[in-house]
């Protein structure tokens, strides 16, 4: 292992912006969830704090600071005290393997004659770049199931179990739809490497001699099921509508995080969002090009880094806004419809897809 | 890089809790986590020579011991499902009929 | 350095969290000290210069496997069952035996197996093993991908509630379980 202080520093930033983004999405999303509630039931939503309720997220913040922390007595203290931190590690760690940037050559940074840096370096705006990069977020994405079996399993309360109980359940159930999903990608990629996943994706193809078409995944045909496939699963291993079958408030009260008050409440809440978050930046990478920006050759300089992150940081807002709507606008499924469609339609067609990729890479048309 | 032989003895601390824990409990998942436990020491030691001989046979048994795994622990947790369903008990002690 | 420590930080666990499965009473806590004991297998196998390897074995053992073991424990509601102790004769023949067993081993790898470095970097990425995996290992692929199939029936066959008068695999069969009827019998 060869690395310097210059490294350990770039690092150490390299965390710190990647973070402060995945820290500051829940106050953003706590405020879009609810106003877009609002837009879409033709309601105002929250608009009393601040401008807009733009300080809506804060005051419920407070609110949760100022809230009893309880611990019921049947509980299992020492788990129903970790099961929040389950489940907010692999949402926060999950992140490190996505490349959110154009790689771009560090210039040599003087201040007053001394040289500060000595250019030269090679900056990649990705934390951990393993070359068994989506296995990595396939394996922290399994990971998450515990916080909630955890938290179900340690309130000892009915609907809290019920609610760990199904959750793992639909979780086994749409990882591998989820895996299957992304393997086409992976095919034509070649390469389990996220980074160079986005590096399939850049430039264009041409299409009628006239029409450029960015190179995204989302626009060959071959990945279209997958991609929706894909997309389902990831709303399913958020626990998203229309999958949110571990909280179904109508049954469940709240399901797993029923006995939950406080802090630990606002922790599950966050984990929620940073995985919603975090499950975005995936399916950006995968299908939609991730940094990269359509029509436009992305240089290496610190400016087409700046353009490419930003390009990315929108995409990632689009997708959670399609979140947002789905969850508005679809209502949720029985349960047993739920584990059919995971097992009878989404898993057959993730193998689908993968055989048609697999028949248009032999063909020579990918 | 940490010598071969380190890994070796995790293997061997982690493989004998296995077989300690299969010995004493009565109670069927535990033992079965045990052996799972004694599986992925035997795991451990795979790869610790594979590395050391620079060869992947031993990452490719891995793979296979895993996908045995994963299918011993659908069976095995399948039995456990009935044994409960037909004796109330997972306890291996009371498991001892051939049939019912 | 820095792996030296994290090997013996991460060996500290994987042992201390192994004891909790055997010692503890409650088995839903004994699944969750084996998920964290996976996991640090998992990042020796990331020292072992196999991070494909610790990627799978995170997704296989914690996150497929654990949960299907944690899902049976709080299905079956297990944790609230008092799991009588062994025969004491029994007990101390498990943990001597266990220990016999470990100090012999240890001898014999201290004795046998002390290594030097390996010559070359362990190259175990994902497209060696595929191709190992699809070359010379392609029919033991084949026998598993049969004896996963296998384990999926016989795991349907098992767990069917009502086996005296069952339908056919898979139809919703009436809630009262035909097994309490036979042990009466």
């Known amino acids: 292992m060869a690395f310097d202080a210059t490294d350990i520093v770039l690092s150490i930033v390299k965390i710190a912006i990647v973070l402060s983004f995945v820290l500051s999405v829940t106050p953003v999303m706590a405020w879009v969830e609810r106003r877009g509630a609002g837009m879409i039931q033709d309601r105002p939503g929250p608009n009393r704090v601040g401008p807009f309720g733009l300080l809506q997220p804060f005051a419920d913040a407070l609110k949760f600071l100022t809230k009893e922390d309880i611990i019921p007595a049947q509980a299992n203290k020492l788990l129903y005290t970790l099961a929040p931190a389950f489940g907010l590690l692999p949402a926060l760690t999950t992140i490190a393997v996505v490349p959110w940037g154009r790689p771009f050559v560090i210039p040599q940074m003087t201040i007053g004659g001394h040289v500060l840096f000595t250019g030269g370096r090679l900056f990649e705006p990705i934390i951990a770049d393993v070359n068994a990069g989506i296995l990595v977020v396939f394996a922290l994405a399994s990971l998450s199931v515990y916080g909630v079996t955890t938290a179900g399993w340690s309130s000892a309360n009915k609907y809290s179990m019920f609610g760990a109980i199904r959750s793992s359940a639909q979780m086994i159930s749409y990882e591998l739809s989820l895996a299957m999903a992304a393997l086409g990608v992976l095919l034509v990629t070649g390469s389990l490497r996220l980074s160079d996943v986005v590096w399939t994706q850049a430039g264009s193809f041409v299409l009628f001699d006239t029409i450029r078409v960015p190179a995204w995944n989302c626009f060959s045909p071959g990945m279209w099921l997958s991609m929706v496939v894909f997309i389902a699963a990831a709303f399913a291993e958020t626990n998203r509508l229309p999958f949110d079958f571990a909280e179904a408030e109508a049954e469940l009260v709240a399901g797993y995080h029923t006995e939950y008050s406080s802090m630990k409440f606002a922790l599950f809440f966050m984990s929620e969002y940073m995985s919603m978050a975090t499950m975005s930046a995936v399916i950006v990478t995968l299908f939609f090009g991730g940094w990269g920006i359509p029509w436009y050759h992305v240089p290496p300089t610190f400016l087409g880094f700046l353009l490419s992150a930003i390009a990315f940081l929108i995409k990632i807002c689009i997708m959670l806004f399609v979140f947002v709507w789905v969850r508005w606008t679809i209502p949720r499924l029985k349960y047993d419809i739920l584990m059919r469609l995971g097992w009878k339609v989404f898993l057959p067609l993730a193998i689908v897809n993968l055989v048609i990729v697999a028949g248009f890479i032999a063909k020579g048309w990918i | 890089m940490i010598p071969t032989t ?48 620079n060869q992947l046979h031993g990452l490719i048994f891995v793979f296979f011991i895993m996908a045995i795994a994963a299918a011993e622990a659908a069976v095995g947790l399948a039995i456990f499902i009935s044994l409960f369903h037909h004796r109330e008990t997972i306890d291996v002690d009371e498991a001892n009929l051939m049939h019912w | 350095m820095f792996e030296y420590l994290v090997f013996f930080v991460f060996a500290a666990m994987a042992i201390i969290f192994a004891l909790v499965v055997i010692l503890h009473r409650n088995p839903v806590v004994g699944a969750l000290s084996l998920v964290v004991s996976f996991f640090s297998l998992a990042v020796m196998y990331v020292l072992l210069e196999a991070p494909f390897l610790a990627a799978l074995q995170v997704i296989v053992y914690a996150g497929a496997i654990m949960v299907l073991f944690l899902f049976v424990i709080m299905l079956l509601n297990l944790q609230h069952r008092h799991e009588p102790s062994t025969r004491p004769v029994q007990q101390f023949l498990g943990y001597t035996g266990a220990a016999a067993f470990l100090i012999t081993i240890v001898y014999y790898i201290g004795k046998y197996a002390v290594y030097t470095m390996p010559a070359g970097p362990f190259h175990a990425d994902a497209r060696s093993i595929g191709l190992a995996l699809f070359q010379a290992y392609v029919f033991p692929f084949e026998m598993v991908s049969i004896l996963l199939l296998a384990a999926i029936v016989g795991a349907l066959l098992l767990s069917g509630r009502a086996i005296g008068h069952r339908t056919g695999i898979g139809t919703e069969t009436t809630e009262e379980p035909a097994g309490k009827a036979e042990v009466s019998r």
């Not at chain 2, 998942?29 to 795979?46: D, H, R, Y």
């Open chain 2, 6 to 53: 380190w890994f070796l003895i995790l293997g061997a601390i982690l493989f004998s809790i296995g077989v300690c824990g299969v010995l004493t409990r009565r109670n069927g998942i535990t033992i079965f986590m045990s052996i799972e436990l004694m599986v992925n020491a035997v795991n451990l030691t795979f790869l610790a020579y594979a590395r050391q001989f």
